[in-house]
């Protein structure tokens, strides 16, 4: 169905009431929790009446309250694929769901609304022109800067931070590297947010999610601040590596592949 109908742009409630239309009436009660607040049943069945309302317009649902065929298979595709990538950057969400062939289902969540398409996630155009894309990554340029660590303790410290006050108070408390300096100041710039990738793994069933691999970078003038922080149990250290933007695609495409058994 959804090569007949190649896109679908919904808003969270629009999405959130066809979840619930298809019979995932808790999946669809998170979603709308975390994006609107009601405190009272009759206040969320106004929301759902507003949402309903919206989907009948669109051609979605029609007044027998059928779904549309290709928007139900959408949303069952969504719900059911088992493992999933999420990309972060900054306040926008992309998912890639595992279809069970060649092709993944991209949701693009920006400002509230959700994009959907397919794409043959083996095609190398495809695959990481999507990610690209996405992530904005900059134009390639010599690195010329070193990588550095941060022990477990200032690492937690930064991992908390949200605003340039906190980052500058971490800053001024002892003696740090300039290139940990020029990080930070990256981070500050950005909003004070990390991009990253996540492997996960979901049961429609049971409504839970695991996240068994994280990723976390930050694009820079001319290259990515890749974290490693895979040794901070064992060593109390997390590492930043500057990245060519081509590398980190590449590991990207590699491990999303994998995780989706191409």
């Known amino acids: 169905m959804i090569q007949e109908k190649k896109t679908f ?11 619930m239309l298809c019979g995932y009436e808790q999946a669809a009660a998170d979603a709308l929790k975390n994006t609107r607040e009601w405190k009272s049943d009759e206040q969320l069945q106004e929301i759902i009446g507003e949402a309903e309302l919206l989907l009948r317009r669109r051609g979605y649902q029609n007044e027998k309250g059928e779904m549309d065929h290709g928007l139900e298979s959408l949303i069952h595709l969504l719900m059911r694929a088992e493992k ?21 289902l991209v949701q693009k969540c920006e400002d ?26 900059p134009a390639e340029q010599p690195i010329e800067m070193e990588p550095f660590m941060m022990s477990s303790e200032i690492f937690q410290s930064f991992s908390v931070a949200k605003t340039a006050e906190q980052i500058n108070e971490l800053l001024s408390k002892g003696e740090h590297p300039p290139a940990m300096q020029v990080f930070m100041k990256e981070f500050v710039e950005s909003g004070c947010f ?8 979901s049961d429609y069933i049971t409504d839970e999610n695991e996240m068994p691999e994280i990723h976390l970078f930050l694009p820079s003038t001319s ?13 109390g250290s997390v590492y930043f590596y500057p990245t060519e933007a081509s590398s980190l695609i590449k590991m990207i495409m590699t491990r999303m592949k994998m995780w989706f058994g191409y």
């Open 223 to 235: 290259f990515i601040w890749y974290i490693d922080y895979t040794e901070v149990d064992t060593q």
């Open 112 to 137: 509230g609304v959700h994009s959907f398409y397919d794409i043959d996630l083996t095609k190398k155009e495809q695959g990481e022109k999507t990610i690209q894309d996405f992530y904005q990554f």
């Open 194 to 201: 990390l991009n990253n990738l996540s492997l996960i793994k």
């Open 84 to 104: 999933k990538v999420r990309c972060v950057h900054g306040k926008t969400v992309m998912l890639l769901h595992n279809m069970g062939s060649r092709k993944v």
């Open 9 to 19: 742009s919904l808003s969270t409630e629009e999405l959130s009431v066809a979840m």
